[in-house]
């Protein structure tokens, strides 16, 4: 297999993660983490959602927690939108990049929007079209990639039709979803592989959750692919609301533990991931799906040497 020397964790935990979350934080707590995100040394970070408070309520304060950052100029802070509304709410928040999403697949996008897949993209040239005008990046997601639970498996040529369309938009920066934890290593390989080869002018971003316990198996097979950019979230917490059984995201201090144990640079410190991790369950106020909680690093097991005596 193939590594790559460096990967970038995408701190997805404000937003994918607390989302999903019964407790809500308080602005106050949603800045402690992301700034101790920061701290850690994850340079992009996803601090929320900017869709109807209706939508989702407990992110309903991203743009009021964006404005009490102590932002930093080698920080990447993005919001998710779904609409012009939310990219004018960015506008009046200042901030700076918005991802758009929408689904590869028709049923999912109908219970997420209530509208198909192409009539969603066809909305994103309003958005793209003001993000421009104001100095906005805008990226994009594309949620079931690798399987939908109303469809089943979804095919290269049907993710293609939704990239196809968004390049047509202006957009270079697409992540491929793994919404419902239904990836599996060799299909991941496959269709990163593919997109690699044939649209090598992308900024390719892979986001898993760990439903089925194959987040990091899959990250392996995305790097061996050419992947270097990864969403991951503090804990291990969140998911996707609208999606059947869409628990648990790929743990941000299990990857860079994995990572720091094979030799790839993260630019994490691991001390602080694990540090942010054990704040976050202390803010939700329930265990969570980390290793790093459970069981610690590895080489926390590490001891030394026992000597032997010699008795005279």
């Not at 991802?99 to 909305?123: C, G, P, W, Y």
Request: glycine share 6%; with cysteine; charged share 25%.
């Amino acid at each position: 297999m193939k590594f790559p020397e460096f990967i970038n964790i995408c701190e997805v935990g404000p937003r994918d993660g607390l989302q999903n979350e019964a407790t809500i934080l308080s602005v106050e707590d949603k800045v402690e983490l992301i700034e101790r995100a920061v701290d850690a040394g994850y340079k992009t970070i996803e601090i929320g959602s900017l869709v109807h408070p209706k939508a989702i309520p407990s992110l309903a304060d991203t743009e009021e927690v964006f404005k009490r950052l102590k932002l930093h100029e080698d920080i990447e802070y993005r919001a998710l939108v779904t609409n012009l509304r939310g990219v004018q709410r960015a506008v009046n928040a200042g901030v700076q990049k918005v991802k758009l999403t929408v689904s590869a697949s028709e049923s999912h996008n109908l219970s997420n929007f209530n509208r198909s897949t192409m009539e969603t993209i066809d909305q994103f040239k309003a958005c793209i079209s003001f993000a421009s005008e104001n100095n906005i990046e805008v990226s994009a997601a594309i949620s079931t990639a690798f399987g939908c639970p109303f469809e089943g498996s979804i095919s290269i040529e049907r993710i293609e039709s939704v990239i196809e369309k968004l390049i047509e938009l202006g957009v270079n920066e697409i992540s491929l979803s793994d919404t419902t934890g239904m990836a599996n290593p060799r299909d991941v390989y496959e269709k990163c592989n593919y997109m690699i080869i044939h649209y090598p002018e992308i900024k390719w971003n892979l986001h898993f959750h760990n439903t089925r316990d194959m987040g990091l198996a899959n990250v392996l097979a995305a790097m061996n692919a050419g992947i270097v950019n990864f969403d991951a979230a503090f804990s291990g917490i969140g998911g996707c609301p609208y999606a059947p059984g869409a628990t648990g995201n790929l743990c941000s201090e299990d990857l860079v533990h994995m990572c720091e144990n094979m030799g790839i640079k993260t630019g994490v410190d691991i001390d602080k991931a694990i540090q942010l991790a054990k704040r976050v369950r202390e803010m939700i106020g329930h265990s969570t799906e980390s290793y790093m909680l459970r069981a610690g690093k590895s080489s926390d097991l590490i001891k030394e040497k026992p000597v032997r005596q010699i008795n005279e």
